[in-house]
């Protein structure tokens, strides 16, 4: 496995390869990372890792500084993994100059988490655009965890008429449920012992709509044992799967989502599940 920091030896390594599958990660990398890398190399025949911590998707006070970083660790991992590539840039590589040119994604960057964090999709969708360009891949694999970034990149890359194939990995959790998460390294031991409440709450969420309740009364008495246990809401709601509107009568296909505090960290987790035949929605 080759480690290349800068994008015209890339080119170079790439060039001629036949099909590449990339997966794009900020490092700290776990079995959902992982899962990625070994789904690609059923998929194409060289398989490309990026790490690198983008500042432009953190907004003031957020954790850029802090956010975990393990590259030899990492390496270590993507190795075993079946990666071939991996492309580590510094921030001097990705951005010589200070950037004036964006990707602006749809009005979906501006409700969940987008709401609670100006800017992110902007941030992600432009450092995304820019690592498809150096890499040029035929597919891009991207974990399903972060649900409202996977809609939002799919939809770029379909606006732009980009010849990429998506594919998306299903959120991968420890025994307990708890979806893994590089910031989940932030946690106390307490923390992490009442962490997969947050998965259990979407579960029961879930079932409830499913069973036939109101979604909204469902996500109050959520958010109400979530408080109850420390946690402190950004957002928890029921969205549909295609778009996150609110769901409609007739939607079967449809999402929780949250996103929350614990201490100092932030999680977020979703659960998506389908309505049975007859049900009639919120």
Known sequence: M????????????????????????????????????????????????????????FGPGEDFERYPRSLE?????????????????????LYPRPQRVFVQPSALKDTLEGAVRPGHFQGVCTVVMKLFQMVQPQIALFGKKDYQQWLILREMVEGLAMPIRMVGGETVRATDGLALSSRNAYLSVTERAEAPRLQQRLSGVAKAVQDGADAAGAEREALSVLQQHGWVLDYLTVRRQLDLELPQAGDRALVVLAAARLGNTRLIDNLEFTLPDGHHGS
């Open 2 to 57: 080759e480690v290349i920091r800068s994008a015209r030896q890339l080119r170079h390594r790439l060039a001629g390869e036949g099909s590449i599958g990339f997966v794009p990660t900020m490092g700290s990398l776990h079995e959902g990372h992982l899962s990625l890398v070994r789904e690609a190399r059923n998929q194409a025949s060289c398989v490309v890792a990026s790490i690198f911590v983008n500042r432009l998707q």
């Open 73 to 93: 660790q990492d390496v270590a991992h993507l190795a075993s993994s079946g990666c071939q590539v991996v492309f580590a840039p510094d921030e001097a590589e």
